[in-house]
């Protein structure tokens, strides 16, 4: 159960509640920086929009799952593109929090005097 204010915002267990959250992400971190606008494209292809973190090497896209990680990483084979790695990233119980309330969980609130 999901408390903010003392108030019982939603229920469910842990996997449940992430799945309201969001999809998962695919992050994939490619060899060499140069590759990054090629990588970007191929990503493109998964119809989801690309974030791009350059100094990381990494790209991030909205995934449904095990089956769009093998895809995507069937076509980076395929490419010739170097991946130093390739992972789903569910989100997190803080990421659960942050969409129901709108704010994290460690922010602290001023109550006024």
Known sequence: MV???GRIIAEGSPLQLKQQ???????ITVGDAADLPA??????????EVFVDAAARRLTASA???D??????????DSGIG???IGLSRPSLDDVFLSLTGH?????EEVGA
């Open 83 to 85: 991946v130093d790695d």
């Open 39 to 48: 990588a970007q494209e191929l990503l493109r292809r998964t119809g989801a």
């Open 104 to 108: 994290r969980t460690d922010e602290s």
């Open 3 to 5: 408390i903010d204010q």
């Open 64 to 66: 449904d799952g095990l």
């Open 68 to 77: 769009d990680m093998i895809v995507v990483a069937g076509w980076f084979r």
């Open 21 to 27: 959250a969001g999809r998962a992400s695919l992050v």
